[in-house]
């Protein structure tokens, strides 16, 4: 089910909505409304096995080093894992959730552009009788609406070689820190690209915030 591809590092891109910005069909990049999903791939840990995974969670890391072109951001990450995910941001829960068919989109205000932005997901595989699916699928965007600035990057497309999805079962213990040393991680699976593998496609990711 999983032909396993090369792993390669997330998409990054700045954009400025006032400047022309040619893309694969050459529009114009407009300030963008809320990440989706469409040019994300689906990634898990290297426990490679053909038919599924086994049950049980592992740990996930992103740290990002933005370049100082807003002095602040609001992230939004939209995001699904099969089964359950917990998404911190420098150590701080952002949200968790566990039905993959309804992705959420999860908003960070005002985050400062200094200093790296570390992302962790603890994400957990149900149990099943056999090996089963596992995956996360996100799209993140950082943006400033007075400067009509913004990044979008994604799991699984290219471009900057040192910002990789790192993941690592079992999960050590505060993984989530942001001081965390992650470097003898291994990085993070692909597996399929939107639309693919057992998911298919999904539902518009929707807004959402935890109850705490
Ligand atoms: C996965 O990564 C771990 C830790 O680096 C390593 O020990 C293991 O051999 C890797 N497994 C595969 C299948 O590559
Ligand atoms: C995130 O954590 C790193 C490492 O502690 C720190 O350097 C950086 O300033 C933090 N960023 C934010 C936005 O809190
Ligand atoms: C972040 O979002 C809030 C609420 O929509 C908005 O008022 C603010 O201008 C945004 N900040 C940036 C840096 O875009």
Same mark, same amino acid.
């Given at each position: ?121 603890? %994400? ?23 400067? #009509? ?7 699984? #497309?290219? %471009? ?6 790192? %993941? ?23 597996? %399929? ?20």
């Amino acid at each position: 089910m999983f032909a396993l591809r090369r792993v390669i590092p997330i998409v990054t891109a700045l954009f400025a909505a006032a400047m022309t910005v040619s893309t694969s069909n050459d529009a114009t990049v407009a300030f963008p409304g809320p990440p989706d999903l469409t040019l994300a791939s689906w990634m898990w840990n290297n426990n490679t096995l053909n038919t599924g995974f086994p049950a049980g969670s592992s740990a996930f890391r992103l740290t990002f080093h933005p370049s100082i072109e807003f002095p602040v951001a609001n992230i939004s990450v939209a995001i699904s894992t099969d089964n359950a995910y917990s998404l911190y941001f420098n150590g701080t829960l952002i949200g968790n959730a566990l039905d993959w068919t309804k992705p959420n989109v999860w908003t960070i205000n005002n985050v400062p552009s200094t200093g790296p932005w570390v992302f962790a997901i603890l %994400a957990t595989n149900y149990f099943d009788a056999s090996l089963n699916p596992a995956g996360i699928i996100a799209s993140f965007r950082a943006s400033n609406a007075a400067l #009509q600035a913004f990044y979008i990057w994604y799991t699984g #497309q290219i %471009a900057i070689p040192s910002v990789v999805w790192k %993941a690592m079962f079992p999960v050590p213990d505060g993984f989530a820190n942001p001081t965390f040393d992650d470097s003898a991680w291994p990085p993070a699976v692909l597996e %399929a690209p939107y639309g693919g593998g057992p998911w298919g496609n999904l539902a518009t990711p929707v807004p959402a915030s935890l109850c705490i």
